[in-house]
């Protein structure tokens, strides 16, 4: 039998060059990583068995996914105490004000098992409860201190919102009216909190440490939104604004002169938020 020439492939090369045949194997591709990112080994040397991913998983879910649900619950538990206080907080304005004024409403409206209302004069409260535990960049409130620090499990926080919209804005259906946040309170696994929000607040110092959810430490919480929103004047639009309405405006109720409020300006610097009340 003659030999094959010099120049021929081995059997050995032949077993990954794919020359278009049907059927022929895949060349094998250097520099393609395993799925643990490791480069592919050479052909008869195989790799180590990769770590039980299960174990992978299960590690995963003990250590991060039960501290999100334990901080669910703190958040759950958190709103559902802000909740009571708001209500108690509106039975004694209410019974101040009746008697100097009547015509004056404080009410509490509970929407759902995580939004409820407090509405007062032309001002409503809208109080949110976000159903996830979310986390935040390594240099943003709480995080970069030593108390977040000890323990990975307080880099998640649960977090309830609080918007201020004109009651009309609601009441009419006005869909193109802006709503303000306020303030916003991250929770904890520990049941702490850290607060962050408007300069009108006038919110002291935060220390994540030291800030256990408490029923007065949730009531002035409210009461400083309160007062942040009858602080908030409505500005009415100037003349050339309104000249002119469109039909769909009077479809939707869209008064002509209705104004919008001044807005807010936050503590510490200026932050945009998305609908879901993070920063942007």
């Known amino acids: 039998?003659?030999?094959?020439?010099?120049?021929?492939?081995?059997?050995?090369?032949?077993?990954?060059?794919?020359?278009?045949?049907?059927?022929?194997?895949?060349?094998?591709?250097?520099?393609?990583?395993?799925?643990?990112?490791?480069?592919?080994?050479?052909?008869?040397?195989?790799?180590?068995?990769?770590?039980?991913?299960?174990?992978?998983?299960?590690?995963?879910?003990?250590?991060?996914?039960?501290?999100?649900?334990?901080?669910?619950?703190?958040?759950?538990?958190?709103?559902?105490?802000?909740?009571?206080?708001?209500?108690?907080?509106?039975?004694e304005l209410s019974r101040r004000i009746t008697p100097v004024d009547s015509t004056v409403i404080i009410e509490y409206r509970p929407v759902n098992d995580m939004e409820f209302h407090i509405r007062f004069s032309g001002d409503l409260l809208v109080f949110v409860m976000h159903s996830n535990i979310v986390t935040f960049p390594d240099d943003y409130g709480p995080m970069p201190t030593k108390y977040v620090e000890e323990d990975f499990r307080r880099r998640f926080f649960g977090h309830i919102m609080a918007y201020n919209f004109m009651a009309d804005s609601i009441k009419y259906q006005r869909m193109s009216d802006p709503g303000y946040l306020v303030g916003r309170l991250l929770i904890n696994i520990d049941n702490h909190f850290f607060l962050e929000g408007v300069q009108q607040l006038e919110l002291p110092d935060n220390d994540m440490s030291d800030n256990v959810v408490t029923p007065d430490g949730l009531k002035l919480f409210v009461e400083s939104a309160m007062i942040a929103a009858v602080n908030n004047d409505l500005i009415a639009p100037p003349l050339d604004d309104i000249q002119k309405i469109s039909v769909k405006q009077k479809l939707e109720n869209q008064q002509v002169s209705r104004g919008s409020k001044v807005g807010f300006s936050f503590s510490h610097e200026q932050r945009h938020f998305n609908v879901d009340g993070l920063p942007y």
Do not use: C, W
């Open 1 to 91: 039998m003659d030999e094959l020439p010099q120049s021929a492939p081995t059997p050995a090369t032949l077993a990954h060059v794919n020359d278009g045949t049907p059927g022929a194997p895949a060349p094998t591709v250097a520099g393609v990583p395993n799925s643990d990112n490791t480069a592919t080994n050479a052909p008869g040397e195989p790799g180590a068995t990769p770590a039980d991913r299960l174990n992978l998983i299960f590690d995963g879910l003990r250590q991060k996914s039960t501290a999100k649900q334990a901080i669910y619950r703190n958040t759950l538990a958190t709103f559902d105490l802000l909740r009571k206080v708001s209500q108690e907080l509106v039975v």
